[in-house]
Structures are given as structure tokens and as C-alpha cells.
């Protein structure tokens, strides 16, 4: 056994609890669209999907089945190198974020120092996704979506970014581990509660969850930017969404909701109760709100969201300069 | 860390080729944002992993962003690409090249020597030798050159703004106004 040295064994701890932490975040997204459905039935009083397996368990199955056998077709006035690539950019974007995420002291892919402009940049080319996936689905409609995905993501990127200079003003960094860690005593959530509020509408416009899915709202654009798509490549940007909705929770967990921190119980269990609440609290808005006005939207997020993490940075910038 | 700062050198280099030479408009911003993060990853591999996130965030993330909008909005169809096609023949590109390649050979020719103080007259012009001049003795043109800008600015809000909707004249007010007149 002399070839299994320190650092490699080293290197296949540290490679393995990478594929563990992937391979959750691909499941998560999964099954949330299972649990999505069934909470939805709950809230709006009908039964949902109650009737593959014990109480619907197994209709996540039934879905993947159905989903990897349909025919997966590519129109024929399709731009072809584009259409493949948009719903690998959806999937794997979001998935590279949540590498920079610690779950506990000792799980986490990496500790880089810019570990939030890391997401940040990951966030922007997710954009391309639907860019790309409207432009060469060839579609009318497809075309729209992508048009109101790309200026609705556009605007609330800007302030989405800005929503979370207060933490790092707060934390004195850009590593999500080092955010956590100046979370111990007061949770962020307290002394930066605008910037939570608007982080959690910036997130929901950026993974385009009800009530910002404008880019594919059904009665108006019959789906919008995926109308063309079929089988695992519709797939992909439906579990794309999900994924998305595990990671922005999983955010604003670490961000203002102290990370693992908690009492008596263990650091995973806490993170994971944390990140459940949110998911619930995503599926609850969609079940809960109608969807408003595209020019509504947008004039929220410019003259509404902008200003406020505007005077919310400028306040945090103050204090922590009376203060310190 | 040297082959990363290679590898993404070389992927630059070749994705703005594409950029160039590539006939789909759509086709090339992608090449353009393949080179914009190989840059970024440049950036990395030279130890300023800030400067490589603010590339893509800013660079790939919002500005290309906007191109690609604008590109997808106009709807280029075949004459766009038989234009493309057009500009990329040997005769339209030769001349430029040639000259740029004098201009290349001297570029490198100048590196190679090392000698960068060799200059005709006087001594090299840094950066912030023209920052102290622009905002020491000609501070009052800079100024000149932002108030030029601010009345474009002005001029571009006034043309764009919205007008309210101008109502026909109904007979009786021009019949009101030829009376008056």
C-alpha cells in the first residue's frame, strides 16, 4: 500500500465528498419537484399526486421514466449547436455554485476568497441559457421568453449583487465559509434584514420561480423559452429550475441565516432544517401569489429593490464606520 | 499554473479567430464570451482571481449579455451571413492584414530588444504622467470635453423621451383657426 500515500487519499476524501455533495444537489432538485406538487395540492385544497407508491413517493420515478423515454426531437428549424448547449449552460452553471457553499465546518467543495463573486459570475452566464435556448428553438414565443428572462434577469442581477454587499461589509469578506464563521453570535439576518429581503426577491426573479416566470408564464407565451425542447433536454432546464430554487436557499442560509450554526443539534442537521424552511417558503409563494404585470415587474425591481439596497449599503457603510 | 495560463492564452486566442471569421452573428458572441472567460481564466492563473471574476461577472455576465439581446432582437437572416461571407474574402482582409502584421513584426521586434526606454524624443510617457496632466494644467479642457459629453446626453434623453400622443385638430378647432387667421 505504499502508493496510497497522505495527500492522495487526501485528494479522494476530498473528491468523493465533492460527488456526494453534486450528486445531493441533483437529487434535491429532483425530488423537490415531486414534494413542490404534492404542497401545492395541500395549500390549494386538491390531492396532487397521491397515487404511484405510498402517498406518491414513487412518482419522482414515474417522472424520470417517462421523461428518458420520450422522443428527443430537435426541430428542423432549430439553430442545432446552440439548442444542445443552452440546457447544459442552465444545469451546469447552477450546479458549479454550489461548490463554493459550506455546508459544514468539514464539508465543502472549495474555500475559495471569492467564493460570492464566484456564484455571482455563475449566476450571470446562466443567462445564456435561456438566451440561447429561446433564440435557436426558432420560436416566436421561445424568442419572447427569452427576451423578458434576459432583461428581467439583467435588473435583478444588479441589485442582487449590491443586496449582498452589506454581509461582506458586515463579514469583512467574500468566503462564504468566513461569512458563516462572523454569523456565531448574530445571524445577518437582523442587521441586514433589507438586504435579506431583497436577496430572496432577487433570487426568485433569477430562477425564474412563480411569481417572476414571466419568461415562460403559459397563458401568455405557452411556456416561453422551452417551448421547443423535448425528453431530458426539457429535463434539464425543468430540474435547472429546482436545482436553482436548492441553491439560492442554500444561500441565503449561509448568508443570513448563520450557516450550520444552531444549538444541540448537529451542524448538518441545522443546515439542512434551515435550507428545508426556505425551499417550503419558495414552493409557498407560488401557491400563494399571482403572477403581476412584465412592465410591473420590471419597474419593482428599478424603482422599488435598486434604491433600497442602494440606502441599505450606504447604512451598513456608515455604522460599520461609526462603530469600527 | 504556467500550462493553465497557456492553455487559456491559446483558447483565447483561437475563440476571438472565431469570433472573426465566424459568419452566424450569434455564433461569434459566443466565441467572444469562450474568449472573455479564457481571459478571465488568464487572470486566474496569473494570481488575481478578483480581476478574473469582475471579467466574467461584469464582461460575461451583463455587457455580452446585452449584445446577445440586441443581436437576437434584430433578426439577421441569410443576407446578413451571405454580407459576412463577402467581407471574409481574401481581397477585403489582405491589405489590412498585411499592414498589421508591419505592425506586429515591429511590436515583437521592440519586445524581443527589451529596450523600452529607446524612444525618438524625450523620455516615456507612463499612465500617470498623463493623469497628473490631464487633471493638473488642462483641467479646464477635461472639464470642456464632460460638459461636450453632458450635452449629448441631453440631446439623446430629448430625442428619445416619450410625447404625448398629438390629437388630430377636429373641424371645428381648424375651422376656429382659419377664422383667426
Redesign the interface.
Known amino acids: 500500500m505504499n502508493w496510497l500515500s497522505p495527500t492522495l487519499v487526501e485528494a479522494l476524501i476530498a473528491m468523493s465528498k465533492a460527488l456526494v455533495i453534486l450528486l445531493a444537489a441533483v437529487l434535491l432538485g429532483a425530488v423537490m419537484t415531486v414534494v413542490e406538487r404534492r404542497l401545492l395540492g395541500l395549500w390549494q385544497d386538491r390531492h396532487g399526486p397521491n397515487r404511484v407508491g405510498p402517498f406518491g413517493s414513487l412518482q419522482l420515478v414515474a417522472d424520470m421514466i417517462k421523461i428518458f423515454f420520450k422522443e428527443d426531437w430537435i426541430p428542423p428549424f432549430a439553430?442545432r449547436?446552440?439548442f444542445v448547449?443552452a440546457p447544459a449552460i442552465a444545469m451546469a452553471s447552477l450546479l458549479l455554485s454550489f461548490m463554493v457553499i459550506p455546508i459544514t465546518p468539514g464539508w465543502g467543495v472549495a474555500d475559495?476568497?471569492?467564493g460570492l463573486?464566484?456564484f455571482?459570475?455563475m449566476?450571470?452566464?446562466n443567462?445564456?441559457a435561456v438566451?440561447?435556448g429561446?433564440?435557436?428553438s426558432g420560436n416566436k414565443y421561445a424568442?419572447i421568453g427569452?427576451?423578458r428572462a434576459?432583461?428581467q434577469t439583467?435588473s435583478y442581477?444588479v441589485f442582487m449583487?449590491l443586496s449582498l454587499m452589506g454581509v461582506v461589509a458586515m463579514a469583512d469578506s467574500f468566503n462564504l465559509r468566513e461569512i458563516v464563521n462572523a454569523q456565531t453570535t448574530v445571524w445577518f439576518v437582523i442587521p441586514q434584514f433589507f438586504g435579506f429581503c431583497t436577496f430572496l426577491i432577487a433570487g426568485i426573479a433569477v430562477t425564474h420561480r412563480h411569481p417572476f416566470d414571466q419568461p415562460e408564464a403559459e397563458q401568455e407565451l405557452a411556456d416561453g423559452y422551452h417551448i421547443e425542447y423535448s425528453s431530458m433536454k426539457f429535463g434539464m432546464f425543468f430540474i435547472g429550475e429546482y436545482v436553482g430554487m436548492v441553491l439560492i436557499s442554500a444561500l441565503i442560509v449561509t448568508l443570513f441565516f448563520g450557516g450550520w450554526h444552531g444549538p444541540l443539534l448537529p451542524p448538518i442537521v441545522w443546515f439542512m432544517l434551515k435550507t428545508a424552511v426556505f425551499l417550503v417558503l419558495f414552493v409557498l409563494l407560488r401557491a400563494a401569489l399571482p403572477r403581476p404585470r412584465y412592465d410591473r415587474v420590471m419597474s419593482f425591481g428599478w424603482k422599488i429593490c435598486l434604491p433600497l439596497t442602494l440606502i441599505n449599503l450606504l447604512v451598513t457603510g456608515a455604522v460599520i464606520l461609526i462603530v469600527g | 499554473m504556467e500550462i493553465a495560463f497557456y492553455l487559456s492564452g491559446l483558447v483565447a486566442v483561437l475563440a476571438t479567430l472565431g469570433v472573426i471569421s465566424n459568419t452566424n452573428p450569434v455564433h461569434a458572441l459566443l466565441y467572444l464570451i469562450v474568449s472573455l472567460i479564457a481571459v478571465a481564466l488568464v487572470f486566474f492563473s496569473l494570481g488575481a482571481p478578483f480581476a478574473g471574476a469582475l471579467e466574467i461577472i461584469v464582461y460575461a455576465g451583463a455587457i455580452m449579455v446585452l449584445f446577445v439581446f440586441v443581436v437576437m432582437m434584430l433578426n439577421l437572416g441569410e443576407a446578413v451571413v451571405a454580407q459576412e461571407r463577402a467581407w471574409l474574402r481574401p481581397r477585403t482582409w489582405l491589405g489590412p492584414a498585411l499592414l498589421a502584421g508591419v505592425l506586429l513584426v515591429t511590436l515583437v521586434g521592440t519586445l524581443w530588444r527589451g529596450d523600452i526606454g529607446l524612444v525618438i524624443e524625450g523620455e516615456t510617457l507612463t499612465a500617470k504622467a498623463v493623469g497628473t496632466l490631464l487633471f493638473g494644467p488642462w483641467l479646464l479642457i477635461v472639464e470642456l470635453a464632460a460638459i461636450l459629453l453632458l450635452a449629448a446626453l441631453v440631446t439623446a434623453s430629448h430625442v428619445g423621451r416619450l410625447r404625448p400622443p398629438e390629437k388630430p385638430p377636429t373641424d371645428r378647432e381648424s375651422g376656429a383657426r382659419k377664422e383667426a387667421s
Open positions: 439553430d449547436p446552440l448547449l475559495l476568497h471569492i463573486l464566484f455571482l459570475a449566476a450571470g452566464i443567462v445564456y438566451l440561447f429561446g433564440w435557436s424568442l427569452a427576451m434576459s432583461a439583467l442581477e449583487g
